[in-house]
């Protein structure tokens, strides 16, 4: 629950200058700031540090690397738009050496002066350290539309020097990211409506596969009921049959078989 500025502790008075003078401005121009409400889905847009904008795949392995984020994002809202903001301070890779325990940068690295060729055990790395230049990230908040612009510090500009610049730039976009967010709502709505059509084939196919499961069963049921009947059948008339052989025995004799089909 707090402003989206990221920075270093030597960086952050300057950044929270900064975006107090850019939200003044805004407020100014008329368009609201504010952290974003918590009834609204916003999305915050993947932030580069980097002073030198590296390409995504390379970012990846960086599996250490996570920089803080606010719990929401910071907004302005032009008419009824909604636009993202961070400031953040940009970092720099810088060639650090290990000395004694801890990482110092190389060109501040004094080899010691020894005798008989003695030499420091170190190694050197690259590391990304804030260089106390800003950049300021405006973007759409909805995840379906990846629009974003920044601006960023340089040497010999910085970007307080540019907050008309950036107030006028914001209020220039906002036609460009309505009709963005118009088209995105658009593929939605396309999207909704084959999602429902492809509900609606399901359940006609889901029926269909009832009614011939219905039918299977059906079948299944009535073989056995023909195959129960044709046994009961063939029982009852295998008793007649022995019976009317039984008749023509003599009398001794179809009284024992009597007895042996009554039992049976």
Request: glycine share 4%; aromatic share 8%.
């Amino acid at each position: 629950m707090l402003v989206d500025v990221v920075a270093s502790l030597a960086g952050l008075d300057k950044a929270l200058s900064f975006a107090n003078d850019l939200f003044n401005a805004l407020e100014s121009a008329g368009h609201r700031v504010c952290l974003a409400p918590s009834s609204e889905r916003f999305y915050r847009a993947h932030i580069d540090e980097h002073e030198e904008p590296k390409p995504r795949r390379q970012e990846y392995p960086e599996y250490g690397r996570h920089l803080w984020a606010p719990d929401r994002c910071t907004v302005v809202y032009v008419d009824t738009i909604p636009f993202g903001l961070t400031v953040i301070e940009m970092t720099k890779s810088v060639v650090m050496r290990y000395v004694n325990g801890k990482y110092i940068r190389e060109s501040d690295y004094k080899p010691p002066k020894t005798s008989r060729g003695y030499t420091d055990h170190t190694w050197t790395t690259t590391e990304d350290l804030p260089c106390g230049r800003l950049r300021i990230v405006i973007y759409s908040v909805r995840h379906d539309v990846s629009w974003s612009m920044s601006f960023q510090e340089s040497r010999t500009r910085t970007l307080t020097e540019d907050i008309k610049k950036i107030v006028k730039s914001i209020k220039s976009s906002t036609e460009l990211l309505r009709t963005e967010i118009a088209e995105a709502e658009r593929r939605a709505e396309v999207r909704r409506q084959e999602q429902e059509a492809q509900h609606a084939r399901w359940l006609i196919e889901e029926d269909q596969r009832q009614i011939a499961r219905s039918i299977k069963e059906s079948r299944e049921e009535l073989d056995q009921v023909i195959q129960s009947w044709a046994t009961a059948v063939g029982i009852e008339q295998f008793f007649k049959g022995v019976q009317e052989r039984a008749s023509h025995l003599s009398e001794e004799q179809r009284k024992g078989v009597i007895d042996r089909l009554q039992l049976a």
